[in-house]
Every structure is written in structure tokens, then in C-alpha cells.
């Protein structure tokens, strides 16, 4: 199944419940919460994503057969020391303003992920992963009232490469300590799409 087609199920399965997160922000809550050295379990997430809903039926099965395979896609990527991770993001066919907004919710479920697991001890980690976390704050701060220029796309692409270098580095210091190598990525892109 290609990114595509795992973004539009898991937002349709999330959609048809009237779920409160949205698919970018249920991956990015899951990447945060596997920058951990105890792997989440899919019930504790999956429980966090539908939290105060009780789905039932057709409806039920597809959204947790949706939130299933998300985390089993991820938790590959993640693993795989060929760097196949991607956030789960609307494709380039999306209008922009769609896609940022998207952006944001990643931002603000991997942060929220983050602090569910307890990593983000800034004594205990090492300044430049305290300083992706900090960029990740202001990314989730995204202006989505954008024109669908060539300069916004280019930020929407650096911006979306960075989110992908970023969890990395964070997962390689806060889930895997001994075998902590920066990730190339350097410092927030994009600055045109944040809010001043």
C-alpha cells in the first residue's frame, strides 16, 4: 500500500467515526511515542487516537483495521535502517492550505506523542534534538492560509524532509541511546510557512 493510499484510508476510517485527530495527527503521535526505549503498544495508541469515542460496526472494524496497519507500517519504517520513513501526509494533489494544516496536526500529535512517552527530558538530551523539538512547536504553528506558489511548495517540501530527518534523530537519542548518529538535517526550513 503506497503512502497515498494509507493516508486516504486511515483519514476516511477516522472521518466516518468523527474522530477528533486527523491521520497526519494520529501518525505523528505515534512517531512520538516510539521515540521511547519501551515500544508503544498499537492497543495504548489506537486507545489515545479514540479516546472518549466508542465506535461500533462496519465503521468500528475499519478504523481499527485502519490505526492497525498505520502502526505496523510505521513502526517497519522506523525500524528500517534504509531511512523508508515518511510522514503520513495528504499527497502533492492536495490544495496546500489542506496539506500544511496536515503538516501542523503531524507536529502537534508527535509532540503530544512525545510527552505520552515521557522522552523529552531537555537535561538528558543532547541540545540539537531539544532544538528540533522546539522546531517542531513552531512548525505545528504552520500558517495554512497560503497561496499555492512555487516558493510554498518548495517550504511545504524542505519542511515536510525536516519532520522526516527530525524524528529520526530524536527516535535515535530517546529510543535507541546507544547507537545515537545525527541525522543529516539541519535547522527549521521553510520559515516562510510559519507564523511570525
Sequence with gaps: MTETQSYTKLAAALQAIDADVTAAGAQGML????????????????????????????????VLEALTETYQDTRERLRNDSLEFEPLLPDDAAPLPERARELGQWCEGFLFGLGVAGSHQPAKLPREANEVVNDLTEIARVDTDLSADEDNEMAFTELVEYLRAATLLLREHTALPSSAQPVAGAGPAGGDFLDS
Design 31 to 62: 512517531c512520538g511515542l516510539f521515540c521511547s526505549p519501551d515500544e508503544p503498544e498499537t492497543a495504548q495508541w489506537i486507545a489515545q487516537v479514540l479516546d472518549g469515542l466508542s465506535p461500533k460496526g462496519d465503521a468500528a472494524r475499519e
